[in-house]
C-alpha cells in the first residue's frame, strides 16, 4: 500500500527534504502555530493526496494496521477497534473536539507539539525548544500543565496527546515512508526526551513522512482514563493508558502508559514488572502507581500531578481489571 | 411552551423568538467587521512584550521589506492624540495609559506599533518582524509583590463614593454568640467575547465612520471625537449587532483614536483585527480581588455584625474600583455593618467592567461566609438567610421598592429537591462520585440612565423605532420592538427596531443591566407621545383631550395595563382626521432621581445610572436564588457541576424566552467562574500566560448538562415605567460561592480561593 502511495510521496519529498518545509495533513496544529509565529515553514506541502493509500483502518486477525492519514473520529468509531482496542477507541475519543477529530490525521495527531505557554508566545526569548540555548522560561514560570517525568534541566512541556499512550502501551510500530523507502521502528522510539536537546522532538529526518502504525495482537481488556478540568475538549493533567492480559485470575501481561505528565509519550515499564504473574488486587494497583511516579520531578505549579497521576493509574488499572470482556 | 420558550406568568410579556434569531444561526447578520470598506488597508498591532521599562530601538527593517506594507507606526512617528480622562472622571476611556505616544511602557501587551498594509497578511507577517530592544525594570504584578501601593478607594476613585457603614461593628462583633473571621480570594477574569475587538475606520472627508462592536455607540462616538480634536457630530460609530460585550466594549479602548488617525494619515479606510491573545492586554478585565469578611451572630442566627473589607488590584495610572461593599453591606439585616475597600496599584493595564462587576467578586466572599455560618450554627443554609432576610436598606433604613429573595429561595429549593439533601458534609455520594448541594443568594441593582427614541407610525401600522440602543446578544431589538408593538397596538411583525448607529437617538451604555428599562420607558413614552396626537385628533374637545392625556399619558404601572388606555385607538381615522401619511415623535425620558444635566451629559456620550441604593427613598434591587450540585470523583477529584438551579424575580420579564436565555448564561458563566475561569499571571514578569481560548477554560456543552431557570412573578410600581429590572447580570451572581457550598458539603473541605481545581480537593 505505502510502495503504491510512493509516487506521490516522491514530489512531496523533494520539498520536505528542504528543512524548512512542512507536510499539512489535518493542519489542526501547523496552521496554529504559523499564526503565532512560532513555525515558519517556507514551503508547505499538502499530503492530502496520499490519503487513499494511507488511511487504512484494518483490524485483522492477528493485529491492527491504521493508516497515518486515517482521521481520528472515523477510528474512534470503527467497532472493531472498539472492541478489540477500547483503548485506542477511547484516548482518540476523548481527545480535542469532534471537530477537530474530523480533520485531524492520526500521524498529525502524534506529531503534534506541545501546549506550553512560552514555546507557542514567541515574545518570550527563552525557549530551548524554539531557540536552542536560550532558556526555559516554564521552568519556574507558570507550569501547573507542566511535565513531571521525563523533564530535563531544560525543557518541562508537555507532550499533549493521548492517542500516543496508547500506541505505546500496545509495543505498537510506526511505519516511516521517506527517499530511501519504508522502514520501521518501535513507536517507543519514535519520541525524543528532551535531555540537553528539546529542539529535536523526533527521529524522523528531513522528508520522512509517518506512513502507518500497526499492533500486534488483539487487546480488548484496556482503557484510557483521562483526567482533566473540564469535561471535554481538554488536554489531560493527568492519563493512563492501560491493557491487560489476564488468564484465570492472573496477569500475564500488563501496559502502562502515562499522558500529561511526561515530556514524551510514556511507558512506566518498572510499574509493569509489579503486576505480571500477580493477581489484581487495589492494594497492587496503588504500588504499581506509586512505581509509575517513583522518579517524578514536580515545579512550583505542577507538583500535584505525582500524587493525582498514582490514583488515575490505579483508578484505570481497577477499571481495566473490571472489565467484561 | 417549551423550556425555551417559557409560558409568561402575571406581568410577564410573550417569549417571542429573537428578530434576530435566523440571521444569527445563518451568519446573515452583519457584525461591526462584516462591513463592506471600499478599498481598505489592514492593521496589525505590535504589544510590548514587557510590563515595565522602555522602548530602546525599533528595528523596522525586515517588517518593512515585506510586500505590501503601507507605513509603520510606533511612537517615533505616530499622529498626536489628545487625553481622553476614564469615563469615571468625566472621560470616556477604560484607561488612561494612551499607546504609541512615548517610549515608556505601562503593562504588559501595551500597543506599542501599527503595522498597516494592503492585506491582512501582509500586515501579520510585517508585524512579526518588528524588532523591538527594550530597557525592563521589574514590574509589581500583583498582589504581595514587591513594589505596589495600597490605599483606600474612597478619595482616590470618584467611581468609589463611600465605605457603607452603621451602627457599632467593633462593640457588636466583641459580643457577639457566634464569630466567624474568613478570607477570600477571586482571580484576574476576561471577558473573551466571540467578536474580537477589531475596529474599522473610514473617512469621507471630514467625517469618520466607526465599525465596532461596542455597547456604548454615543461615549464611543464622542470619546474618539474629544482624542482626535474635532466635532463630535463629525463621527458616526455603527454596530447593529455586538458579539458579546459583557462589559469589555463599555469604555473606550486606546485602540480607536489611534487608528482613525493612521486612516486619516495613510488616506484609506482601515481595518483592524487584533488576535484574541491580544484582545487580553488593549482591553479591560477583572481585578483579582482579595476578601475578609467578619460575622457575627447570635446562637439563633440572627446577624448582629458584619464586616466586608474588599482589596483590589488596579494600575498605576488609574484608580479603577468595582467596590461591592454597598452591595453586601445592603443584603442581610444587620444593625452594626462596617466596610473598607481598597486598591492595590501594579504595574498591570487597567481593570474595567466585567458582568457584574461589583457582585461576581464581592458576593463569593459574603455568601461563602453565610454558609459558614449556617455550618457554624448547624443550621440550614437557606433558613439562615430567612432569619436575616430585610426589607429595608440596612445602611440606610430605606424600603425595598420590591424583593423576592425568599420566594425565591423557595421555589428553587423545590425545583432542586434541596429537601432531599442530607446536612452533614461528606455525607452523600453516587457509586465514584462524592455529592454536593449547595446555594447562595444573588442580587443586582435597578438601574437606569437617560434615553431617547423615535418613533415612525405609518397608517398601516408599520412602525419604525430608532434608538441607538446595542444588541450585546441580549435580545433587545426584540423587546423594544414588543414594547412599541402593545403600546401603539399594532402587529409586532410590523414594527422595525433601528440601533447599534450613533446617528439615531441616544440611549445609553449597555451596561449595569439598565438597557431594557431605559430604552424600553423611552420608547413607551414616545409610543404615547403618537397615540396622544392621534387620540386628540379623534377626539378634539377640551374635555376628550383631558381624558386622552390621562388614559395614556406615561404611567408608573405596568405597560399592558396602561398602554391599552380604556378604548381601543383607531389609527386609520386618527390618520384621516390628521390628514398625514405618517405621524413621527422623538422624546427624552429620564428616569426619577437622574441629576440635572442628565440629557446634555447622554447627548454628550456620558452615562448618568440612577437607581439601586442611590434612589432617594428607597433602594432597588432584583433577586434570586442558585442550587447547584456538584459531584467530585473520589479517585481524579475532578469536579464536575451536573445540576444549576436558579430562581429569579425581576419586576415585570418583557420576554420570558430571551430573559430564560440571559439567566441561563449566567449560571453557566457563575459555575464556569468557580470552578475555570482565571488569567494566569506570570509573577516575574507581570505577564499573562494563559491569553487564548485552549488556556483560559470556559465550560463546554459537556460541563452544564442540566440548567433549570426558574422566573418568578414579581411587579414593581416604584421603578420605572415599564416595571422591569435589569436581569442580564442577576444569573451570574452567587453561582460561585453555590459551588464552593457544595463543594464543602460533599467533601467537608472549604475552599476560599478560586478558581476550585481538582489539586485544592483533598480526600
Not at chain 2, 75 to 80: D, I, L, Q, V, Y
Request: hydrophobic share 40%; with cysteine; proline share 5%.
Amino acid at each position: 500500500m505505502a510502495v503504491q502511495a510512493l509516487g506521490a510521496a516522491a514530489a512531496a519529498n523533494e520539498s520536505l527534504t528542504k528543512a524548512a518545509a512542512q507536510p499539512l495533513a489535518g493542519g489542526t496544529t501547523l496552521i496554529d502555530l504559523m499564526k503565532l509565529d512560532v513555525m515558519r515553514p517556507t514551503a508547505i506541502v499538502d499530503i492530502n493526496p496520499l490519503a487513499r493509500a494511507w488511511s487504512a483502518i484494518a483490524p485483522g486477525g492477528d493485529g491492527l494496521r491504521l493508516g497515518a492519514l486515517a482521521r481520528m473520529s472515523d477510528v474512534a468509531a470503527n467497532t472493531e477497534i472498539q472492541r478489540s482496542y477500547p483503548v485506542i477507541a477511547d484516548s482518540l475519543k476523548l481527545a480535542a473536539s469532534a471537530q477537530l477529530r474530523n480533520m485531524a490525521t492520526l500521524g498529525g495527531n502524534v506529531m503534534q507539539r506541545t501546549r506550553c505557554n512560552y514555546f507557542r508566545d514567541v515574545s518570550y526569548e527563552n525557549c530551548n525548544k524554539r531557540n536552542p540555548g536560550s532558556g526555559c522560561a516554564a521552568m519556574d514560570g507558570v507550569n501547573r500543565m507542566h511535565a513531571v517525568l521525563g523533564t530535563s534541566d531544560q525543557c518541562i512541556a508537555t507532550y499533549p496527546g493521548d492517542f500516543a499512550q496508547a500506541l505505546i502501551a500496545l509495543d505498537a510500530m510506526v511505519e516511516i515512508t521517506g527517499k530511501a523507502g519504508t522502514r520501521s521502528m518501535p513507536f517507543a522510539q519514535l519520541h525524543k526526551a528532551p535531555g540537553t536537546t528539546p529542539d529535536i522532538e523526533t527521529a524522523l529526518q528531513p522528508g520522512e513522512l509517518i506512513s502507518a502504525f500497526s499492533i500486534q495482537g488483539r487487546w480488548p481488556r484496556s482503557v484510557y482514563l483521562k483526567t482533566r478540568d473540564r469535561q471535554s475538549y481538554e488536554f489531560a493533567l493527568s492519563s493512563a493508558a492501560i491493557a491487560l492480559d489476564v488468564q484465570d485470575g492472573t496477569i500475564r501481561d500488563a501496559r502502562v502508559a502515562l499522558g500529561g505528565v511526561a515530556t514524551v509519550p510514556w511507558r512506566a515499564r518498572e510499574a509493569e514488572a509489579l503486576l505480571k504473574g500477580q493477581r489484581f488486587d487495589d492494594g497492587l494497583a496503588q504500588r504499581v502507581g506509586e512505581a509509575a511516579f517513583a522518579d517524578a520531578r514536580g515545579r512550583r505549579h505542577n507538583s500535584f500531578k505525582i500524587a493525582l497521576g498514582k490514583r488515575v493509574v490505579a483508578r484505570a488499572l481497577q477499571q481495566a481489571a473490571m472489565m467484561e470482556i | 411552551m417549551t423550556a425555551a420558550a417559557p409560558g409568561p406568568k402575571t406581568n410577564m410579556g410573550q417569549p417571542v423568538p429573537r428578530y434576530d434569531a435566523a440571521a444569527k444561526v445563518t451568519g446573515r447578520a452583519t457584525y461591526a467587521s462584516d462591513m463592506p470598506l471600499d478599498n481598505p488597508a489592514y492593521a496589525f498591532l505590535v504589544t510590548s512584550a514587557i510590563a515595565k521599562g522602555r522602548i530602546d530601538r525599533f528595528d523596522l527593517d525586515d517588517a518593512r521589506r515585506v510586500r505590501g506594507v503601507i507605513e509603520i507606526v510606533t511612537h517615533e512617528n505616530a499622529p498626536k492624540l489628545k487625553e481622553s480622562k476614564l469615563f469615571s472622571n468625566g472621560g470616556y476611556a477604560g484607561t488612561t495609559i494612551q499607546p504609541l505616544k512615548s517610549a515608556e511602557i505601562a503593562h504588559d501587551g501595551q500597543i506599542i506599533a501599527v503595522v498597516v498594509a494592503e492585506s491582512y497578511e501582509a500586515a501579520r507577517e510585517a508585524a512579526n518582524r518588528v524588532k523591538v530592544s527594550y530597557s525592563a525594570a521589574a514590574p509589581s504584578a500583583t498582589f504581595d509583590s514587591p513594589g505596589t501601593t495600597t490605599a483606600a478607594a474612597k478619595g482616590q476613585s470618584s467611581q468609589f463614593k463611600e465605605d457603607p457603614k452603621v451602627g457599632d461593628f467593633a462593640k457588636a462583633f466583641d459580643a457577639a454568640e457566634v464569630k466567624l473571621v474568613a478570607s477570600y480570594e477571586t482571580p484576574t477574569q476576561h471577558h473573551n467575547p466571540m467578536e474580537l475587538f477589531t475596529t474599522s475606520c473610514a473617512w469621507m472627508g471630514d467625517n469618520l465612520v466607526i465599525y465596532e462592536g461596542s455597547q456604548y455607540v454615543y461615549g464611543l462616538k464622542n470619546g474618539v471625537a474629544e482624542q482626535l480634536g474635532i466635532d463630535a457630530d463629525k463621527v458616526r460609530v455603527v454596530n447593529p449587532y455586538v458579539g458579546g460585550g459583557f462589559g469589555s466594549r463599555g469604555s473606550m479602548t486606546p485602540r480607536t483614536a489611534i487608528i482613525a488617525a493612521i486612516a486619516k494619515h495613510v488616506n484609506r479606510p482601515i481595518k483592524l483585527v487584533p488576535t484574541r491573545d491580544q484582545g487580553f492586554t488593549i482591553t479591560t478585565h477583572r481585578a483579582e480581588t482579595r476578601h475578609e469578611i467578619k460575622l457575627g451572630a447570635s446562637r439563633d442566627g440572627k446577624l448582629v455584625a458584619l464586616r466586608h473589607e474588599g482589596a483590589e488590584v488596579s494600575s498605576r495610572s488609574d484608580a479603577y474600583c468595582v467596590g461591592g461593599t454597598k452591595t453586601t453591606t445592603r443584603l442581610y439585616a444587620c444593625p452594626n455593618v462596617d466596610s473598607l475597600v481598597s486598591i492595590v496599584r501594579a504595574d498591570r493595564n487597567t481593570p474595567g467592567f466585567m458582568r457584574s462587576p461589583p457582585e461576581v467578586p464581592y458576593l463569593f466572599a459574603l455568601e461563602s461566609a453565610l454558609d459558614e455560618l449556617a455550618v457554624k450554627l448547624n443550621m440550614d443554609p437557606v433558613e439562615l438567610r430567612r432569619i436575616n432576610d430585610a426589607t429595608r436598606d440596612p445602611i440606610d433604613g430605606k424600603p425595598y421598592t420590591s424583593r423576592s429573595l425568599m420566594a425565591c429561595f423557595d421555589e428553587a429549593a423545590k425545583a432542586f429537591g434541596w429537601s432531599q439533601r442530607s446536612p452533614q458534609s461528606k455525607s452523600m455520594s453516587d457509586g465514584d462520585w462524592l455529592i454536593g448541594y449547595g446555594c447562595a443568594a444573588t442580587c443586582y441593582p435597578t438601574l437606569m440612565a437617560p434615553s431617547a427614541a423615535r418613533v415612525r407610525l405609518h397608517r398601516d401600522g408599520r412602525t419604525r423605532v430608532e434608538i441607538a440602543g446595542h444588541e450585546i446578544g441580549t435580545g433587545a431589538y426584540t423587546v423594544i420592538a414588543q414594547t412599541a408593538a402593545e403600546r401603539l397596538g399594532v402587529p409586532l411583525e410590523k414594527v422595525a427596531v433601528f440601533m447599534g448607529d450613533s446617528d439615531l437617538p441616544p440611549a445609553p451604555v449597555a451596561g449595569g443591566s439598565n438597557s431594557t428599562a431605559s430604552t424600553c420607558s423611552a420608547v413607551m413614552m414616545v409610543c404615547d407621545q403618537i397615540r396622544q396626537r392621534l387620540l386628540k385628533a379623534v377626539m378634539p374637545s377640551d374635555s376628550l383631550a383631558d381624558k386622552a392625556k390621562e388614559t395614556v399619558g406615561i404611567s408608573p404601572a405596568p405597560s399592558t395595563q396602561a398602554g391599552k388606555g380604556d378604548r381601543p385607538l383607531e389609527i386609520e381615522k386618527a390618520f384621516d382626521a390628521l390628514g398625514v401619511g405618517v405621524v413621527e415623535e422623538y422624546g427624552e425620558w429620564k428616569p426619577d432621581g437622574a441629576p440635572m444635566d442628565s440629557f446634555r451629559a447622554m447627548h454628550n456620550g456620558q452615562v448618568r445610572l440612577v437607581g439601586g441604593h442611590q434612589m432617594k427613598d428607597q433602594i432597588a434591587y432584583a433577586f434570586g436564588a442558585e442550587f447547584v450540585e456538584v459531584r467530585i470523583n473520589r479517585f481524579t477529584h475532578e469536579i464536575r457541576c451536573p445540576r444549576l438551579v436558579g430562581a429569579f424575580a425581576a419586576g415585570r420579564i418583557m420576554n420570558p424566552r430571551t430573559a430564560r436565555s440571559q439567566l441561563m448564561g449566567g449560571l453557566i458563566w457563575g459555575m464556569s467562574s468557580a470552578l475555570l475561569e482565571a488569567t494566569e499571571i506570570d509573577e516575574r514578569n507581570a505577564r499573562y500566560v494563559n491569553d487564548n481560548l485552549a488556556d483560559y477554560l470556559v465550560p463546554v456543552n459537556a460541563d452544564v448538562p442540566g440548567v433549570e431557570v426558574i422566573m418568578l412573578s414579581e411587579q414593581d410600581d416604584h421603578i420605572n415605567p415599564v416595571g422591569a429590572k435589569g436581569l442580564g447580570e442577576l444569573g451570574n451572581v452567587g453561582t460561585n460561592a453555590a459551588i464552593c457550598n457544595a463543594i464543602y458539603h460533599a467533601t467537608g473541605q472549604r475552599i476560599r480561593k478560586l478558581p476550585v481545581r481538582l489539586e485544592n480537593i483533598e480526600l
